[in-house]
């Protein structure tokens, strides 16, 4: 069975600092395109950053440019999101996607196949 299983969630001060994992399972997501979706209370799900296949091309929101970095481990069958300065609005259920299908492109609105779980990110001041 292929699944995605996001790791890393929890509760952090204003300023603070979180890195989530996504571990892959069921097959290589070597080849694939993925990225980080997230959804906060009462507001649509909204696109977070992707990388491309083989890590050439990264995109990220204009809310989390400059403070959020994806990467990955294919070694690991891993992507990561680190998240610095995190602030209030970064509140939400964080989901990892992964996709075999244009693996070269990381716009936000293009599609996944395959989601995780999520894993919660709260922001306090």
């Known amino acids: 069975q292929v699944q995605l299983a996001e790791s890393g969630g929890g509760s952090v001060q204003v300023g603070g600092s979180l890195t989530l994992s996504c571990e892959g399972s069921?097959?290589?997501?070597?080849?694939?395109?993925m990225g980080w979706f997230r959804q906060a209370p009462g507001k649509n799900r909204e696109f977070v950053a992707a990388t491309n296949w083989n890590s050439a091309t990264t995109h990220y929101a204009d809310s989390v440019k400059g403070r959020f970095t994806v990467s990955r481990d294919k070694t690991k069958n891993t992507v990561y999101l680190e998240m610095k300065s995190l602030k209030p609005e970064d509140t939400a259920v964080y989901y990892c996607?992964?996709?075999?299908?244009?693996?070269?492109?990381?716009?936000?609105?293009?599609?996944?196949?395959?989601w995780g779980q999520g894993t919660q990110v709260t922001v306090s001041s």
């Open positions: 996607v992964a996709d075999s299908r244009s693996v070269y492109t990381t716009a936000p609105n293009r599609k996944y196949y395959y």
């Open positions: 069921g097959r290589s997501f070597s080849d694939y395109a």
